[in-house]
């Protein structure tokens, strides 16, 4: 296949930013077709030196392929002399946090169905021995027929990737801080190694947003968020969900391997088996919910 250049497409409005990318709606010149472009600016990536994350970013986005639905498909990837550019899928119905906040909050519908939509793409992260490590609201996308579609692997960990063996760039490696505060599990906050169990505790902050509207750990800091965190800080509105309230309680714990789905021989079987998820179909979940 020939390598694409920037010339192939037309660049239209910026539909996400990180610190280290730019991400633009664009147009395919030779098919239409509406792809979401990542743009990295190669000094600034080399300046933070997170080459790495990059480099990682690009391995994990191969791997994942597109054999599981749940998660953007990486097309292409292309330079030029200042620039990376990955060309990904374009989700067209926007983040899960927009839907949160324009809905306020989700019924108990929608929060089941989009919270099994992310069990089975974590069991599916989980097969592939990766770690997200920054899952949150922000990277939930809806595609055009309102499915999820997982996004931004540039904090994610490859389990079992050899680790290097001197003791400078492990210690760098450990004390380089990944995530969102208000979604970092306590044990990368104690740097301890990350596991699946991680993405675990981010699902239990996702689903009790879904329901709230609102983070579980909230602060005016992210030093006071940590502390929250750490000392398991929250809790829920008068009136919370009983069985919800008992699923999310089951994810934000602060040790990894007691949460719920962490230990299980078949992932996430344990969670599947929750009586928050009673009346799932984990085979056909059927078509999305309404939000309305
Ligand atoms: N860090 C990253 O890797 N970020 C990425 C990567 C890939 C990617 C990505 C981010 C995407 C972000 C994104 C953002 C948007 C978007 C942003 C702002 C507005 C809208 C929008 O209004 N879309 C029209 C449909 N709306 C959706 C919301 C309800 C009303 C109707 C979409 C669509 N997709 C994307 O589509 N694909």
Redesign the pocket.
């Known amino acids: 296949v020939r390598k694409r250049t920037p010339a192939d497409f037309v660049f239209g409005k910026v539909?996400?930013e990180?610190s280290f990318?730019t991400?633009y709606?664009a147009k395919d010149v030779h098919t239409n077709k509406e792809f979401?472009i990542?743009v990295l600016e190669k000094r600034h990536i080399i300046r933070e030196k997170k080459t790495e994350y990059v480099n990682r970013e690009k391995k994990v986005l191969q791997i994942l392929g597109s054999s599981c639905k749940y998660f953007?498909h990486l097309y292409y990837t292309f330079q030029d002399t200042d620039r990376l550019y990955f060309v990904?899928?374009?989700?067209?119905?926007?983040?899960l946090l927009?839907?949160i906040n324009?809905d306020t909050s989700f019924n108990l519908e929608c929060t089941k169905y989009y919270s099994a939509e992310l069990v089975l793409a974590l069991e599916y992260l989980n097969l592939k021995g990766i770690v997200h490590r920054d899952l949150k609201p922000e990277?939930v996308?809806?595609d055009e027929n309102w499915h999820i579609?997982i996004?931004?692997f540039?904090s994610a960990k490859i389990l079992g990737e050899d680790k290097s063996s001197d003791e400078e760039n492990q210690k760098r490696r450990k004390y380089s801080f990944v995530g969102t505060a208000q979604y970092v599990s306590p044990e990368i906050l104690n740097d301890a190694e990350s596991t699946c169990a991680s993405d675990l505790w981010a699902l239990g902050c996702i689903i009790y947003q879904m329901l709230t509207g609102q983070m579980p750990f909230r602060g005016a800091s992210e030093y006071l968020i940590f502390q929250k965190i750490l000392k398991l800080d929250y809790d829920f509105p008068q009136g919370f969900h009983k069985v919800a309230k008992d699923l999310i309680e089951k994810f934000l714990v602060i040790t990894p391997s007691n949460r719920l789905g962490a230990t299980d021989e078949t992932p996430y079987k344990s969670i599947r088996e929750h009586e928050f998820f009673k009346d799932v179909n984990w085979d056909d979940l059927g078509p999305p919910p309404k939000f309305f």
């Open positions: 539909i996400g990180g990318s991400v709606l979401a990542k953007v990904l899928t374009y989700a067209k119905n926007g983040e927009q839907q324009k990277n996308l809806f579609l996004t931004d540039g």
